[in-house]
């Protein structure tokens, strides 16, 4: 045999045995579950829109009427979270009695005494306790609840600019 021909033969062999031996393997593998986990917890956040009553006149208008207004507490929680919105009694609170109401404007050392319900008819009153705040389920979407405020009549005090702040609170 030529020398040529045994090469061309041993590389031909050669090539049979490995394209054989490729074309031929099986390959192996293995398998196991991936898992995938997430956990979702209760959640709110909480916005508001402030109670401006407008002018009190403790002469004439709101001499036997009260001045009434309207704000808003908006939260919006996790989907079924359980939460209870409370309104704090102000940065003038000063305790409450029946003579003495505990949430009052003030314009230096001057107050003006007013309320926060929960419902339209202002029978309700909006507190900073479990037992006397506003409940909520969460939905996932902003859910606003008014707040309904009150200046009782009569009150007669100097002339000037009057003001509050409350805290108000999601607990879930």
């Known amino acids: 045999m030529s020398q040529l021909k045994l090469v061309s033969t041993v590389l031909s062999a050669a090539m049979v045995s490995f394209f054989a031996s490729h074309a031929l393997a099986v390959p192996s593998s293995a398998s196991t579950n991936l898992g995938v986990t997430a956990s979702v917890s209760d959640n709110c956040i909480i916005s508001t829109a402030d109670v401006a009553f407008g002018a009190y006149d403790p002469i004439v208008a709101n001499a036997a009427a009260a001045l009434n207004g309207t704000g808003t507490v908006t939260v919006t929680c996790t989907t079924d979270a359980s939460a209870v919105l409370t309104l704090g009694l102000g940065a003038n609170d000063n305790g409450g009695t029946a003579a003495d109401p505990a949430r009052r404007l003030n314009s230096g050392t001057n107050f003006l005494s007013y309320t926060l319900f929960s419902d339209a008819g202002r ?30 009549p009569a009150q007669n005090v100097p002339q000037g600019s009057y003001s509050d702040t409350v805290l108000a609170t999601v607990t879930f």
């Open 123 to 152: 029978t309700t009153e909006w507190g900073n306790t479990a037992g006397t705040g506003k409940d909520d389920t969460g939905t996932g979407v902003a859910s606003a609840h008014t707040v309904y405020g009150s200046i009782d």
